[in-house]
C-alpha cells in the first residue's frame, strides 16, 4: 500500500509580510493513521526538500497528540525536510494521494501543472485521491477525460467562508475556497465551523478544516483497503 502525500511550497501569506505554508496538524495526523496501518510513504512538494510550515500552526493552542508525535519523530522530520520534486512523482508508483492544508495551496498548488496532471492520473486511473482544509484548491483546474472540471456536479467540502473569515483572512487570500468551489460547479457542503466533517463522492474525498485531518486519512484508508482487497 503506497501512499503519496503533497505539501505546498509557498510561504507568503499575500502582501502581508507574514508566513505561510501547510498545516502540521493537517500533515500528521494523516501521516499517522496511514503509517500506523502499514502505509508505505512518500511525500512530495513542488519545490522538493524543506516545505514551509505555517507558523500559526505551530503554536500551543494547535498541538494535538498527532504533532506532538511528529515533534519527537526524527525519521518523519527528516522525510519531511528531504520532499521529493513532484514534477518527478510517477502516479503509477503509488495506490493514492493525500494532501494536507495550510494556506499556502491556494498560491501554489491550484496552478501546479505537475500537481494537477498528478490528481487527473489518479482520478482517471480511479485511485483515490484526498484533500483536506484549504488543499481541495489543488482541485479547481484539474479536469475529467471528457475536459470538464473535476469538481463539477461532485460533492465535497473545504475551508469554509465563515472559517476564512474567522481568522480574518478573508481579503488576503487569493480566493475564497467555498465560492471558487460553487463557482465551478461543485455540489459544495459544510459542517459546522472547526467541527469535522468529510465528504466523498467516488474516489474523490474532501475534509473541511483542520478537524477532518484524521477522519478524512481513514476514509481514504479504508476505500483504498476496500479497493485493494478486491483486486
Not at 474532501?206 to 478486491?230: C, H, V, Y
Amino acid at each position: 500500500m503506497k501512499i503519496l502525500m503533497v505539501l505546498t511550497s509557498h510561504s507568503d501569506l499575500g502582501s502581508t509580510g507574514e508566513k505561510t505554508g501547510f498545516w502540521i496538524e493537517e500533515f500528521a495526523a494523516p501521516f499517522y493513521v496511514l503509517k500506523d496501518n502499514g502505509a508505505e510513504i512518500t511525500i512530495a512538494s513542488p519545490n522538493g526538500g524543506q516545505p514551509p510550515v505555517d507558523p500559526k500552526s505551530e503554536l500551543p493552542d494547535s498541538q494535538t497528540h498527532a504533532t506532538m508525535r511528529f515533534y519527537a519523530d526524527n525519521e518523519a522530520i527528516e522525510q519531511v525536510a528531504h520532499t521529493h520534486q513532484l514534477n518527478k512523482i510517477n502516479h503509477a508508483d503509488y495506490d493514492a494521494v493525500f494532501y494536507p492544508g495550510g494556506h499556502g495551496p491556494l498560491w501554489d498548488l491550484v496552478n501546479d501543472k505537475a500537481s494537477i496532471a498528478l490528481i487527473e492520473n489518479f482520478y482517471n486511473n480511479d485511485k483515490p485521491i484526498a484533500f483536506v482544509c484549504h488543499a481541495p484548491a489543488a482541485l479547481m483546474n484539474a479536469k475529467r477525460a471528457d475536459g470538464s472540471y473535476l469538481v463539477a456536479g461532485k460533492d465535497v467540502t473545504g475551508f469554509s467562508n465563515s472559517e476564512e473569515d474567522a481568522v480574518k483572512l478573508t481579503d488576503i487570500v487569493p480566493f475564497l475556497l467555498e465560492s471558487e468551489l460553487k463557482r465551478l460547479g461543485a455540489s459544495y457542503s459544510k459542517g459546522p465551523d472547526w467541527a469535522s466533517y468529510v465528504k466523498r463522492d467516488g474516489v474523490l474525498i474532501t475534509g473541511q478544516n483542520p478537524a477532518s485531518s484524521e477522519d478524512t486519512a481513514i476514509m481514504l484508508l479504508n476505500l483504498l483497503i476496500k479497493k485493494l482487497d478486491s483486486k
